[in-house]
């Protein structure tokens, strides 16, 4: 696996990522919209890559992230990351499956759960890059895992592809996390939306509230205000 090391905010932050599984800027944007996050939180980040929303979300919120991985390669960058950024007592790295979450974690212990799962079937073809396709685990897998995991009101901010937005949703409520509030991402704004953020909570009603689009960049490229505003005080 070819990787490369690169800072970020001014310095602020180092990530040693592969070529082909990098930071974004829909991640960013994502962890700066994330809700029901205090600083005295028990976060678990599913599937925790190297690290990207445990790091940006410890850093930016104060709170403690246990940072759940299967992939060897990954735990290694992973480990790499925590340890550069200093956040040995703030990001707890888990070794494990989703799928059999209930050996090694304890049920109903977190506050709450990030996810950033692989957002195609298996079926669209993964050799090309494998950390954005369901090979073996689906996101029925992560929501079972997140269902489990969590406390009751517990909070869970998913972020997936638009085009599964229904699968989604009919998944979390299925596994009794109703979703709040959804925000979708478009890349501008004569474009189709082509992220999506899912605020859930498990085991509680409510109405669910669709926020105000987040349009990423302008028709010449460059980043909307919004997003300028939040890459400069991000951290």
């Not at 735990?75 to 990001?91: A, M, P, Q, S, W």
């Not at 494990?96 to 109903?108: A, H, L, S, T």
């Not at 189709?192 to 490229?221: A, Q, S």
Request: hydrophobic letters at 40%.
């Amino acid at each position: 696996m070819e990787v490369k090391e690169f800072t970020f905010f001014g310095g602020k932050v180092r990530f040693r990522q592969p070529k082909t599984h990098r930071l974004s800027v829909v991640e960013v944007l994502f962890i700066s919209n994330l809700k029901g996050i205090k600083r005295k939180s028990k976060v678990v980040d599913l599937g925790a890559g190297f690290g990207t929303l445990s790091i940006l979300t410890s850093l930016r919120y104060g709170c403690e992230v246990w940072a759940l991985e299967r992939d060897t390669h990954m735990l290694e960058l992973l480990d790499y990351n925590v340890r550069i950024n200093g956040l040995e007592d703030k990001v707890h790295i888990v070794e494990g499956d989703v799928r059999f979450v209930e050996k090694f974690m304890e049920k109903n212990s977190f506050d709450v759960a990030l996810l950033n799962p692989p957002f195609f079937p298996k079926s669209y073809g993964f050799e090309s890059n494998k950390f954005h396709f369901e090979v073996d685990t689906q996101l029925t897998d992560f929501i079972r895992a997140v269902k489990y995991l969590l406390k009751d009101n517990g909070k869970l901010n998913l972020l997936y592809t638009t085009f599964r937005c229904v699968e989604a949703i009919l998944i979390l409520l299925n596994n009794n996390i109703n979703p709040f509030y959804l925000r979708i991402f478009y890349p501008k704004m004569d474009k189709n939306g082509k992220f999506l953020h899912i605020y859930g909570v498990k085991n509680r009603r409510g109405n669910t509230v669709i926020e105000k689009p987040l349009i990423i960049n302008k028709d010449d490229g460059e980043y909307t205000k919004e997003v300028k505003s939040v890459l400069e005080s991000f951290l």
